[in-house]
């Protein structure tokens, strides 16, 4: 089981920037593959950002390729997203998901409120 608390969430202008954390429970943080999805209003969660379990590899979607960066810190158990040049379409709930790539267990956070302005 691991649980995911996000933090960082917030109202900023379009062009600003905004760090969101998600900080995980447990022993094997390292075994999970971790990610970012979003909701954006009356629109369906879709994929941001993702991270294998060592952080040597990362992926994005195409809308946010450029600006946005995923990090992970095994020893804090923590993952970061830094989201610059943001634009009022980034507006959404962001959501930390951890999977595990052999159980495929899958786990969710309760998300963290983007708001970008224009």
């Known amino acids: 089981q691991v649980q995911l608390a996000e933090s960082g969430g917030g109202l900023v202008q379009a062009g600003g920037s905004l760090r969101l954390s998600c900080a995980a429970s447990?022993?094997?943080?390292?075994?999970?593959?971790m990610g970012w999805f979003r909701q954006p209003p009356g629109k369906e969660r879709e994929f941001v950002a993702a991270?294998?379990?060592?952080?040597?590899?990362?992926y994005y979607a195409n809308s946010v390729k450029g600006r946005f960066t995923l990090s992970r810190d095994n020893a804090e158990n923590t993952m970061n997203l830094q989201m610059n040049s943001l634009k009022p379409e980034d507006t959404a709930v962001y959501y930390c998901n951890a999977h595990h790539p052999y159980s495929l267990s899958d786990f969710w956070g309760q998300g963290t409120r983007v708001t970008v302005s224009s």
């Open positions: 447990g022993r094997t943080f390292s075994s999970y593959a």
């Open positions: 991270i294998n379990g060592v952080g040597s590899n990362t």
